[in-house]
Nanobody, 118 residues
Framework: QVQLVESGGGLVQPGGSLRLSCAAS????????MGWYRQSPGKQRELVAT???????NYADSVKGRFTISSDNAKNTVYLQMNSLKPEDTAVYSC????????????WGQGTQVTVSS
């Protein structure tokens, strides 16, 4: 069974940076989109950023200009560079990978905690 393994979370001061990585445990054929989502206590999960296999990106307004999503399609790996972090960015960050175009299957990672605090 394929698993998505995330790394790079942790504690950082406001204004700092973190880089999250998410890699599939096995090669997945036909991934068309990868993304990052986050969830804070008491809030619904929200989209952070997505990237298609063609390289098109989409960001939540709250992270535009601060976060950058990138991917290595051959390695089924997606990254999230987070700069100028704010306390409100504190959340559990999860990655996903969507396989297929018409009949889709979504893989999810287990999540990694990001805490922004002084």
């Amino acid at each position: 069974q394929v698993q998505l393994v995330e790394s790079g979370g942790g504690l950082v001061q406001p204004g700092g940076s973190l880089r999250l990585s998410c890699a599939a445990s096995k090669s997945i054929f036909g991934i068309n989109e990868m993304g990052w989502y986050r969830q804070s206590p008491g809030k619904q999960r929200e989209l952070v950023a997505t990237i298609t296999s063609g390289g098109s990106t989409n960001y939540a307004d709250s992270v535009k200009g601060r976060f950058t999503i990138s991917s290595d399609n051959a390695k089924n790996t997606v990254y999230l560079q987070m700069n100028s972090l704010k306390p409100e960015d504190t959340a559990v960050y999860s990655c996903n990978m969507i396989q297929g175009r018409f009949v889709k299957f979504t893989y999810w990672g287990q999540g990694t905690q990001v805490t922004v605090s002084s």
